[in-house]
């Protein structure tokens, strides 16, 4: 089992750059692949980002370019660099910790963190 902290959520100006991390404890980091998804109120949850366990990373069109998501295995982290954030980008971002296994597909979702890009 996984367990899945977030954090770096905050206030930030538009234009502005968080940092997202989430910290994986449990066995078994290096098998998961790792995703951010969030949820503006009133709306569904989305991806955002996602990182396999080789690396490949998957982005909406909404935050290529602008958003990085990255992964350290020795660390048991997957962080998510946000740039050039607009209001549209507020929202509680989550992490996932995914698996397929051969009888059935785990995954393993974080409490969220708030952002919010304001003036």
């Known amino acids: 089992q996984v367990q899945l902290v977030e954090s770096g959520g905050g206030l930030v100006q538009p234009g502005g750059s968080l940092r997202l991390s989430c910290a994986a404890s449990g066995r078994g980091f290096r098998f998961y692949d790792m995703g951010w998804y969030r949820q503006a109120p009133g709306k569904e949850r989305e991806l955002v980002a996602t990182?396999?366990?080789?690396?490949?990373?998957n982005y909406a069109d909404s935050v290529k370019g602008r958003f990085t998501i990255s992964r350290d295995n020795a660390k048991n982290t997957v962080d998510l660099q946000m740039n050039s954030l607009k209001p549209e980008d507020t929202a509680v971002y989550y992490c996932n910790a995914d698996r397929i296994l051969p009888t059935a597909t785990v995954d393993y979702w974080g409490q969220g963190t708030q952002v919010t890009v304001s003036s």
């Open positions: 990182i396999t366990t080789g690396g490949s990373t």
